[in-house]
């Protein structure tokens, strides 16, 4: 979602309207991003408390794909060029 919006679209300026669209779309990547790691920090607390269900590795692994997605995707968008 972050690698949609190209860098050079955006207007940081305060003052002036920009590409409201723009920000908009990257304020909803970040809330899908983080809600998505709270609910895996959500499951692997659920998978350590509850004794029969999956083993905690499940949690942690949820946990570590959220994380490395995030990483990698706000690497990209900061890094590369057109």
């Given amino acids: 979602m972050f690698n949609c919006v190209r860098k050079d679209d955006i207007d940081y300026s305060p003052y002036e309207e920009g590409e409201w669209r723009l920000k908009l779309w990257l304020f909803f990547a970040y809330v899908v991003s983080f809600v ?29 794909q959220c994380v490395f997605v995030l990483i990698s995707g706000l690497i990209y968008w900061t890094s590369h060029s057109e």
């Fill in 36 to 64: 998505s790691l709270a609910a895996s920090v959500g499951l692997l607390i659920q998978d350590s408390l509850v004794k029969t269900g999956p083993s905690v590795w499940t949690g942690t692994a949820g946990v570590l």
